[in-house]
């Protein structure tokens, strides 16, 4: 059957008129041109449409991918990259390592089943998800236990292998490889490292590798990106074990081992023994590990240059590229190179073409997978074929590259020049915090356990629809403004009632916590349609940072003051860190990250200064990114923090004593960077621990935390309301740890995605449980 809306037969697509050397993609976006995965998972969630409605679309969009490629000239396509939801879940699932609570009894696992892991439903809850190494996407995380068994219990690599042919089309299948599959598992019983179980898991691996080459497949494609991390002894085992059991297996069977997101260098001594026919490696993240591993080679394997970015949106310098390349050509040989994507395009939006509103200037330096896919044929045409066959792809791509390079968009002398300026005493407040302390309490008169809230309240249909409305122009600026004003006033009104000492201003004139400061700054560009899958059908459009980042004019500055005008009580000013304004964007790649942090530091640091001026006592400055930022190494992680403690001190060090900075972190461990964090010397932070009822102060019993903190006590994630003494309890325990002058009551996180009618209850008791402690803790004036 030939999906619907898309009438091609493969093979009539223009073929090549030149040989190339083989180019591959590792993976492409899943999610349509036009997010139509998104609105068929929806669709099906809601109940408006059914399983086939869903597979029908999934299998269009699969189509439509390999055409796509096979259209701009890929050579080598993968296939079993489309996902429903996530690659890991899938693998999850293809090894039958579904726990006990999704109710599976074998067989083939239901469409249900799979969304209970993913989403969780009334009567179970989700696998728990994390990060996916150093990216923004999120994976479903494998929970396995000591006795677990494997076995293949989904045919989707072959079926989407058989899918491909069917089209007319030979395709490489992608597999998660076994030993990054168990390094990414956590145990569910107790101290077992699941890598043990590796034995287990590999017949599983050897069943689906034999039907996909029994089908024909010559070449796999095993992504085993855990070998960018630091392995222990055991997980280097497990990985010679691993392959020389699959190469025995399938001794005629290629595998390309696919590793991305760092070098493999520290690695080789295992590496060069595994028995693999091919070996990717990611050259824009490391490009330092070429030589290494040209080294290390055997003579018969095939490299795969990862050389065009599968993370990143800029346009390559195509000439500059094949310098390395032929270099590598000349030593290997043509037959013995590949020429790929550094990893899978799965972190790029698709199609640049769709972005009509973009600057021209800009969108000439920029790539989206459909753009990269012509830059990997025109390199693979040019190494086959002489350069002369693409002159003039050459040429733009030089031209773009070199406009790039001297355009004054991207660069700023005004911006150069203070960066230039910076001295360490510009990252460090004036008087050491126990002095600021004393100041900040003789001018704020806070009561002890002060209560606040970490920033946005609400975003209720109210505000969204005026939000839409006035970007469709269907109100004008004047009457959003009024609707925005009415909704401040309202939450200003509500919390003084309430009786929360610190204020905020709620928040509701923000669409995002980055855009709405991306906007506003030099040297950042928005995309339309620009999206890239956070995780299951959560898609982003993270700001692009082309170009040195400065602030033309006050950001926060009216609606700070406006909320502080309504009220008394301090309402804090609402800033998004530095770190996290970088981590959140697809950042610059001409110069360090840590440059580029440095500036939107010094323009942050300017907007405090103007709140600071205009009145505003309390300024936080949310970083819920700095842990993400933590590289992939441990031996980098200093280098790291250092930087970004410092971006972040440059930010908020230029205020007085009495200007009280708060910063935001939500995520519960930070036990293993809470030097770095105290050496952020905020004045207050406010962390996420209701969820883990508090263990993370575990922590300060060993360490002295120096400022003042406040353990959320109220988990926004839920939609529960927390009782009085539920909090009371929390606050209780986090007494073991701090003092109480040192502690604030507050949430764990913001409450846009939480409704009023349980922020006003879940408030009114923790005001209420703020209240309790003070009357165990102050004594009654006589
Ligand atoms: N101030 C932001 C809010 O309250 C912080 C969001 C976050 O930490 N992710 O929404
Ligand atoms: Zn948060």
Known sequence: MRPLGLCFHLLECKPMSFSSLPVSTLGVPRIGPHRELKSALESYWSGASDADALQKTATALRAANWARQYGLGVTVIPSNDFSLYDHVLDTTVMVGAIPEHYGWTGGKVSLDTYFAMARGNASVPALEMTKWFDTNYHFMVPELHRDQQFSLTSSKPLDEYLEARALGLETRPVLLGPVTFLTLSKSRDGNFDPISLIDRLLPVYIEILSQLHDAGAEWVQMDEPCLVLDLDTVTKAALRHAYYTLQQALPSLNIMLTTYFGSIVDMLDTVRTLPVAGLHLDLVRAPEQLDHVLSAMHSHQVLSLGVIDGRNIWRTDLAAKLNQLERVVAKLGKDRVQIATSCSMLHVPVDLQAE?????????????????????????????????????????????????????????????????????????????????????????????????????????????????????????????????????????????????????????????????????????????????????????????????????????????????????????????????????????????????????????????????????????????????????????????????????????????????????????????IMDAIAAMDADVISIETSRSKMELLDVFTDFRYPNEIGPGVYDIHSPRVPSVTEMTDLLQKALRHLSPEQIWVNPDCGLKTRHWKEVRPALVNMVSAAQALRNIFVQPAE
Request: charged share 25%; proline share 4%; net charge negative.
């Open 356 to 672: 009509a509103d973009l600057d021209s200037e800009v969108r000439q330096w920029l790539a989206f997978s459909v753009q990269k896919m012509e830059e990997l044929t025109t390199l693979g045409l040019a190494l086959a074929n002489g350069r002369d066959v693409v002159s003039h792809a050459l040429a733009a791509s030089s031209d773009a590259a070199s406009h790039r390079r001297s355009s004054r968009k991207v660069h700023s002398e005004s911006v150069q020049s203070r960066i230039v300026s910076l001295s360490p005493e510009m990252a460090k407040r004036q008087v050491p915090f126990s002095t600021r302390a004393q100041e900040q309490r003789a001018a704020l008169k806070l009561n002890l356990f002060p209560t606040t809230t970490i920033g946005s309240f609400p975003q209720t249909d109210a505000v969204r629809k005026a939000r839409a409305d006035h970007a469709k122009q269907r109100i004008s600026t004047e009457e959003y403004t009024a609707f925005l004003r009415q909704e401040t006033e309202q939450a200003i009104r509500w919390q003084e009632e309430t009786g929360i000492d610190v204020l905020v201003h709620g928040e509701f004139e923000r669409n995002d916590m980055v855009q709405y400061f991306g906007e506003q700054l030099n040297g950042y560009a928005f995309t339309t349609h620009g999206w890239v899958q956070s995780y299951g059908s959560r898609y982003v459009r993270p700001p692009i940072i082309f170009g040195d980042v400065s602030r033309p004019h006050a950001m926060t500055v009216d609606w700070a003051c406006y909320a502080q005008s309504l009220t008394e009580r301090p309402v804090k000013g609402m800033l998004t860190g530095p770190v996290t304004m970088l981590q959140w964007s697809f950042v610059r790649d001409d110069i360090p990250r840590e440059k580029v942090c440095q500036q939107i530091a010094l323009a942050l640091r300017d907007e405090v200064s103007d709140l600071e001026a205009a009145g505003i006592k309390i300024i936080q400055i949310d970083e819920p990114a700095f842990r993400e930022g933590l590289p992939l190494k441990t031996s980098e992680w200093q280098h790291y923090l250092d930087w970004a403690v410092s971006c972040f001190r440059l930010s908020s060090s230029s205020v007085r004593n009495t200007t009280q900075i708060h910063t935001h972190m939500c995520y519960s461990e930070f036990n293993d």
